[in-house]
């Protein structure tokens, strides 16, 4: 499924959101091992490419205020 569910309902969130991590950190994972990091003696810049565009997703994140959201005590004491 690659997380089909998921990432349609990220593209369609309302910033801001919370993106699960680990979803994207997979993808990274997937796109390291999945291509070379050189072709030919030279960069391969279509791994850098899908690298960025992961991590340019990651980031557009981090432009937004999250004092929306309240901390839960319940759901801190499970992380902590």
Request: one cysteine or more; charged letters at 25%; a positive charge.
């Amino acid at each position: 499924s690659n997380y089909k569910n998921y990432r349609v309902q990220l593209e369609q969130a309302t910033l801001p959101c919370l993106p699960n991590i680990a979803v994207h950190l997979k993808d990274i994972a997937a796109i390291d091992d999945a291509q070379q990091s050189t072709k030919d003696e030279q960069l391969n810049s279509t791994k850098c490419d899908l690298l960025g565009q992961v991590i340019a997703q990651l980031l557009q994140y981090q432009n937004y205020r999250y004092d929306k959201f309240k901390p839960e005590p319940k759901i801190r004491n499970y992380i902590w």
